[in-house]
């Protein structure tokens, strides 16, 4: 892969990564921790 294509964007929330906040995991974004807490 090259280019900006696979670049985290972490201003957006990735449900991947709320699963993970929701499991108690550690890669996550506060955007993605403001979806779990809903």
């Known amino acids: 892969m090259t280019g ?3 670049a985290i ?3 957006r929330p ?3 990564r709320v699963y993970d906040y929701l499991l108690g995991g550690k890669d996550n974004y506060a955007v993605d ?3 779990g807490d809903v």
């Open 4 to 6: 900006d294509s696979s």
């Open 9 to 11: 964007d972490s201003t």
């Open 14 to 16: 990735s449900i991947a």
């Open 33 to 35: 921790r403001e979806i």
